[in-house]
């Protein structure tokens, strides 16, 4: 059974800093991109990033330059650091891991996790 967790949310000041985690785990087949998307109160869930095994990442155009997403391989383990967040980045933070196995790609989510970024 895959699970996917994420972690790293939390309450930040404006301008500060977060760095959340997305992990996978049991028995996958090849990765094939992994997503970040996030959900602020009353809005639609709306795509942040998508990370490949390489560590190539598109960005959405509002966190360009202050988000990065990086990947270790090793680890299962997906990254997102973000800098001088705004309050419009509060939102719950998914991860999407898209697995290819048996001849097509799964998508598993998490659970989220909450960033606030308040005063």
């Known amino acids: 059974q895959v699970q996917v967790v994420e972690s790293g949310g939390g309450l930040v000041q404006p301008g500060g800093s977060l760095r959340l985690s997305c992990a996978v785990s049991?028995?996958?087949?090849?990765?094939?991109?992994i997503r970040w998307y996030r959900q602020a109160p009353g809005k639609e869930r709306e795509w942040v990033a998508t990370t490949t095994t390489d560590n190539t990442t598109n960005y959405e155009d509002s966190v360009k330059a202050r988000f990065i997403a990086s990947i270790d391989n090793a680890k299962r383990r997906l990254y997102l650091q973000m800098h001088s967040l705004k309050p419009e980045d509060t939102a719950v933070y998914f991860c999407?891991?898209?697995?290819?196995?048996?001849?097509?790609?799964?998508?598993?989510w998490g659970q989220g996790t909450q960033v606030t970024v308040s005063t």
């Open positions: 049991g028995s996958i087949g090849k990765i094939m991109a």
């Open positions: 999407d891991w898209g697995i290819y196995r048996g001849g097509r790609t799964y998508d598993y």
